[in-house]
C-alpha cells in the first residue's frame, strides 16, 4: 500500500517539477535536490528524507507537460516516488520509461492526500474510500524497461542475455 502524499491538479509541468534556473545541474546524483523546488514545504519533505520511497504524487490530467527536459524525470526518480496521475504528456512518459520512473495512469481517479492506495497491474483501490479504477497499461517493453529502471539497464541485460556465458 502507498500513501498519497501530494494531490496536484491538471497540467502540472516540467518547470514545476524541475523549474530551469536549475538547468545547469544535469547529474541523477544532483538533481533531486530541486524537485519541486518551488514548493518550499515539499521540497524540504523530500531533502529530509521524510517522504517515504514508493509514496505517491496524485495528479490530473497532462502531468509533466511544458519542456522535453528530462531532469524533471530524474529528480523524482531521485526521490523513488510514484507518480499517479489520470494522464501523463507524451514526452514526460517516454522520459520516465527511459529513467525507470513508475507512472501510473488511471483515468478517472478520484482521491485526496493522505489516502492509501493499493497499485497493481490492472487497477488501482483506493482503501480509504474502497472504490477502484482501472489502470491504462503500459506495453509489455516499457514495464520492463522500468522494472530494469530504465533504457540503459533494460539495453545492458538485453545485450548480456544474448552474449554467451562464457563472454560476461
Given at each position: 500500500?502507498?500513501?498519497?502524499?501530494?494531490?496536484?491538479?491538471?497540467?502540472?509541468?516540467?518547470?514545476?517539477?524541475?523549474?530551469?534556473?536549475?538547468?545547469?545541474?544535469?547529474?541523477?546524483?544532483?538533481?533531486?535536490?530541486?524537485?519541486?523546488?518551488?514548493?518550499?514545504?515539499?521540497?524540504g519533505?523530500?531533502?529530509?528524507?521524510?517522504?517515504?520511497?514508493?509514496?505517491v504524487?496524485?495528479?490530473?490530467?497532462?502531468?509533466?507537460?511544458?519542456?522535453?527536459?528530462?531532469?524533471?524525470?530524474?529528480?523524482?526518480?531521485?526521490?523513488?516516488?510514484?507518480?499517479?496521475?489520470?494522464?501523463?504528456?507524451?514526452?514526460?512518459?517516454?522520459?520516465?520509461?527511459?529513467?525507470?520512473?513508475?507512472?501510473?495512469?488511471?483515468?478517472?481517479?478520484?482521491?485526496?492526500?493522505?489516502?492509501?492506495?493499493?497499485?497493481?497491474?490492472?487497477?488501482?483501490?483506493?482503501?480509504?474510500?474502497?472504490?477502484?479504477?482501472?489502470?491504462?497499461?503500459?506495453?509489455?517493453?516499457?514495464?520492463?524497461?522500468?522494472?530494469?529502471?530504465?533504457?540503459i539497464?533494460?539495453?545492458?541485460?538485453?545485450?548480456?542475455?544474448?552474449?554467451?556465458?562464457?563472454?560476461?
Amino acid at each position: 500500500m502507498s500513501e498519497i502524499v501530494l494531490k496536484f491538479g491538471d497540467d502540472v509541468s516540467t518547470d514545476m517539477i524541475y523549474p530551469g534556473r536549475f538547468m545547469a545541474t544535469v547529474l541523477p546524483t544532483e538533481t533531486p535536490a530541486y524537485a519541486f523546488a518551488d514548493e518550499k514545504e515539499f521540497n524540504g519533505k523530500l531533502n529530509r528524507k521524510e517522504i517515504a520511497p514508493g509514496s505517491v504524487l496524485l495528479a490530473g490530467s497532462n502531468f509533466g507537460c511544458g519542456s522535453s527536459r528530462e531532469q524533471a524525470v530524474s529528480c523524482l526518480k531521485g526521490h523513488e516516488v510514484v507518480i499517479v496521475a489520470r494522464s501523463f504528456a507524451r514526452i514526460f512518459l517516454q522520459n520516465a520509461v527511459n529513467l525507470g520512473l513508475r507512472t501510473v495512469a488511471v483515468p478517472e481517479i478520484e482521491a485526496q492526500a493522505g489516502d492509501e492506495l493499493d497499485i497493481g497491474p490492472n487497477q488501482v483501490v483506493n482503501r480509504t474510500s474502497g472504490l477502484s479504477y482501472r489502470v491504462e497499461s503500459l506495453t509489455t517493453t516499457q514495464l520492463a524497461m522500468i522494472e530494469a529502471g530504465g533504457l540503459i539497464p533494460y539495453t545492458r541485460q538485453r545485450l548480456l542475455d544474448t552474449m554467451p556465458a562464457s563472454a560476461r
